[in-house]
């Protein structure tokens, strides 16, 4: 339930449909469909370790596929020279901003799903899913036009290089299209995992890794009769391979294998609950994009200091994902795990689901610093050799290891809580914590000490840790424990 707004009736496990306005009680439900076993398990009973493990490792995996994809890729770039590094780096900086502002709006999708399926009202889940679609569609076209015509505009708005620029330009323009696609592969991939299935969209993910770590370098440097397309080619591997998974994540619930089923022959448009969606679902938006647009001001700060440095950027984000995207998976599997649980009236169930995400979130991610902090130039070396991008690069690498576990747990209490509903506290924390305290540090300690570029990611930590400490003081408060529908 979004903040601030009335707790509505369905304390308690609610039974059978009930039939919310604009979900007809049959929507989408087809008799004998054999479903699996695996993808209907009752998450609001049994052990709660036991069933966050069961929903979070497919999503953990998911995640990591991900992050072998990127580093592949990141591996590819750097032998075409650190520039390479450097404009992919900027130009995945402006497709996150765009492509986590659209999933803020899946949020919205995910914690409805989760509690109406908590509530038992699986016609009201697949309503919201076919509702969301509407707006996965929207959200595509604009993506597509914002590939075509605003590309250079973006890359030179940040007095990047010409090198950087002519490296990024056509990468980006590519990956616009592939977020139209990715769009709908997310979304039904969310829906999914809210509603108890985690296995279907790591299959799809599976299969959309494989084919990418394939086809990239081919078309990057022109293997066999493959056309030789620089950094564009792994971009066009990405269009390919998404295009691909996300038709089985499609396909899975058009077949109703999983509790939910996608039935389109029955869809009107619900203003109503479109606007639901985006009501629920727009801070989270804006908390994401709060941190891409943090990211690009960085991007500008560091590009001050050379295509090396900038470089060395872009390597941490990239890194920072082998943190982060095992963190998601575990805040996304305890989002929808405390969802069902509130929507089916049990609160304490839904915090001990948060709970036991930290712990496995903390292990996690200890074992990554360790290594980062260890071994940096081995790290910084993987990806290119030349000694002014490793020196740099080994340096950053060590002090945003620091901040490592602060991120991780992070990850897990924004993910977690907009999960059930409560996206505007995340917002407001993020926000408050970007632009009052890690921007304008990053600013001062760059500009206005020794420092220079190294005060960047000191920043980023500092950042981060507040983040965490205001996210903690509201999740101890428990304004988001509230039962029922949303």
């Known amino acids: 339930m979004a903040d601030g707004e009335p707790e509505l009736p369905g304390k308690g496990p609610v039974q059978a449909s009930t039939s919310r306005a604009g979900s007809p009680p049959q929507a989408g439900a087809r008799r004998g469909r054999r479903r699996s076993s695996y993808a209907t398990r009752d998450l609001t009973k049994g052990s709660i370790p036991g069933n966050l493990w069961f929903l979070s490792w497919p999503q953990i995996a998911e995640g990591k596929l991900g992050v072998i994809d990127q580093i592949a890729d990141l591996i590819w770039a750097g032998r075409l020279g650190f520039q390479a590094i450097a404009g992919m780096g900027v130009a995945q900086t402006y497709i996150m901003l765009v492509m986590t502002s659209r999933m803020g709006l899946d949020t919205g999708m995910r914690s409805m799903i989760a ?19 509407t707006l996965a569609t929207l959200f595509g076209l604009l ?48 829906a999914l995992q809210a509603s108890g299935d985690s296995m279907t969209p790591l299959k799809a993910a599976l299969v959309t890794r494989v084919i990418h770590l394939v086809l990239s370098p081919l078309l990057i440097f022109g293997v066999l009769w493959f056309p030789s397309l620089g950094l564009t080619g792994a971009a066009v591997a990405n269009l390919v391979a998404v295009g691909i998974g996300g ?4 396909y899975a619930l058009l077949r109703g294998t999983s509790r939910l089923e996608l039935n389109l ?3 009107s448009l619900d203003l109503p609950l479109i606007w639901r969606l985006v009501k629920i679902g727009a801070p989270a938006s804006v908390t994401n994009m709060q941190r891409g647009l943090g990211q690009l001001v960085v991007v500008g700060i560091v590009a001050t200091f050379g295509d090396a440095a900038l470089a060395a950027f872009a390597l941490t984000r990239r890194a920072e994902n082998v943190v982060n995207q095992g963190s998601r998976g575990l805040g996304r599997a305890a989002g929808a795990l405390a969802g069902q649980n509130l929507g089916a009236g049990f609160p304490e169930r839904a915090k001990g689901s948060i709970n036991w995400a930290l712990v496995y979130a903390a ?15 081995a790290v910084a070396g993987l990806f290119n050799s030349e000694p002014e991008f490793v020196s740099q690069a080994a340096t950053w690498v060590t002090i945003v290891a620091i901040g490592y576990v602060s991120m991780s747990t992070v990850q897990v209490f924004t993910q977690a809580l907009n999960g059930t509903g409560a996206t505007v506290a995340p917002m407001v924390v993020t926000i408050a914590t970007m632009w009052a305290v890690e921007i304008p540090l990053a600013f001062a300690l760059s500009v206005h000490s020794p420092l220079a570029q190294f005060g960047v990611p000191w920043a980023i930590v500092i950042g981060m840790t507040s983040r965490l400490a205001l996210l903690y003081i509201y999740y101890l408060r428990g304004g988001w424990l509230r039962t029922g529908m949303l």
Do not use: K, W
């Open 247 to 250: 038709a089985m994540n499609f």
């Open 143 to 190: 993506s597509v036009f914002a590939g075509l015509f605003l590309t250079e505009p973006l890359l030179r708005l940040l007095g990047l290089s010409e090198a950087v620029v002519a490296q990024a330009s056509g990468y980006m323009r590519v990956q616009f299209m592939v977020m139209a696609v990715m769009g709908y592969q997310r979304l039904c991939g969310s």
């Open 265 to 267: 022959r029955g869809y």
């Open 115 to 133: 509690r109406a399926v908590g509530s038992r009202d699986i016609p009201y889940a697949n309503h919201v899913l076919a509702q969301s679609l």
């Open 363 to 377: 292990a996690g991610s200890s074992l990554v610093v360790a290594l980062f902090l260890l071994f940096p130039g």
